[in-house]
């Protein structure tokens, strides 16, 4: 065993005394030894002896031209509050974040400028409208004295009114002009909610919304309506349905 060990030492040795010994020639330069060290600012890349490393827009470096970190010279674009896109920590296009406060408006979905809700209060519609009144007839029987109700959000306007165990509610959007408008579309919509069936819930397939008048200016609404509903059992007609609200 001591023979073996000391056979194994010479051994380790002679390879030490072979690698020291190597002309500088044979030896691996720095930029190709496939690690980071001297100077270098990536993997055998970089600093004054080594070639400029490959651009990389996601180093979270100031490098290789870039104008910001990660943007700009070879990398796209650097977010400007002039460029006509929303982007960086931009909120709106061009404005918000880094950029200058992006005017309150009635639609971007934010509590800004005057408004005491999303998209609602202030100079935008009020957020809790008044329902001034409420009537309809469902299957040939009119709602009595119905429980009115109206709610504005994210720039839509619900109106409903219940009676006898049914609700019937109109959804539009809070700045829609006069005219005719079909149910269902895209931001009109109507159903019915009948305690009585199974499932209670009828959902409009067809019909109309005619807003007869939108003061603006006065915050006043007022339109008609019609239309026929769906539960997936059976179906209710919703008729001579009429509204007034005040915001």
């Given at each position: 065993?001591?023979?073996?060990?000391?056979?194994?030492?010479?051994?380790?040795?002679?390879?030490?005394?072979?690698?020291?010994?190597?002309?500088?020639?044979?030896?691996?330069?720095?930029?190709?030894?496939?690690?980071?060290?001297?100077?270098?600012?990536?993997?055998?890349?970089?600093g004054?002896?080594?070639?400029?490393?490959?651009?990389?827009?996601?180093?979270?470096?100031?490098?290789q031209?870039?104008?910001?970190?990660?943007?700009?010279?070879?990398?796209?674009?650097?977010?400007?509050?002039?460029?006509?896109?929303?982007?960086?920590?931009?909120?709106?296009?061009?404005?918000?974040?880094?950029?200058?406060?992006?005017?309150?408006?009635?639609?971007?979905?934010?509590?800004?400028?005057?408004e005491?809700?999303?998209?609602?209060?202030?100079?935008?519609?009020?957020?809790?409208?008044?329902?001034?009144?409420?009537?309809?007839?469902?299957?040939?029987?009119?709602?009595?004295?119905?429980?009115?109700?109206?709610?504005?959000?994210?720039?839509?306007?619900?109106?409903?009114?219940?009676?006898?165990?049914?609700?019937?509610?109109?959804?539009?959007?809070?700045d829609?002009?006069?005219?005719?408008?079909?149910?269902?579309?895209?931001?009109?919509?109507?159903?019915?909610?009948?305690?009585?069936?199974?499932?209670?819930?009828?959902?409009?397939?067809?019909?109309?919304?005619?807003?007869?008048?939108?003061?603006?200016?006065?915050?006043?609404?007022s339109?008609?309506?019609?239309?026929?509903?769906?539960?997936?059992?059976?179906?209710?007609?919703?008729?001579?349905?009429?509204?007034?609200?005040?915001?």
């Amino acid at each position: 065993m001591r023979k073996i060990t000391s056979l194994f030492s010479v051994f380790a040795l002679g390879m030490f005394l072979l690698v020291s010994c190597q002309p500088e020639a044979n030896k691996i330069p720095p930029c190709f030894n496939g690690v980071q060290d001297g100077n270098e600012t990536g993997v055998d890349c970089g600093g004054d002896e080594c070639a400029p490393c490959p651009a990389s827009c996601s180093d979270g470096i100031l490098n290789q031209g870039e104008q910001q970190i990660d943007c700009g010279g070879p990398c796209p674009l650097c977010p400007t509050c002039n460029d006509g896109i929303q982007n960086g920590l931009e909120t709106g296009v061009d404005c918000g974040g880094n950029c200058p406060p992006c005017p309150a408006s009635c639609t971007d979905q934010i509590i800004n400028g005057t408004e005491t809700g999303v998209d609602c209060g202030g100079t935008c519609v009020a957020c809790n409208p008044q329902v001034l009144s409420f009537a309809a007839t469902v299957d040939g029987s009119p709602l009595v004295s119905p429980t009115t109700n109206s709610t504005i959000a994210v720039g839509v306007m619900n109106i409903s009114g219940t009676a006898s165990g049914m609700q019937i509610s109109i959804t539009f959007a809070a700045d829609i002009d006069p005219g005719t408008y079909a149910i269902p579309t895209s931001g009109v919509a109507a159903t019915l909610n009948n305690s009585s069936a199974s499932p209670s819930l009828f959902t409009a397939t067809a019909g109309a919304v005619v807003i007869v008048s939108h003061n603006k200016a006065a915050k006043t609404l007022s339109g008609t309506f019609n239309f026929t509903a769906d539960n997936g059992a059976e179906t209710a007609e919703v008729t001579a349905g009429s509204f007034s609200v005040s915001y």
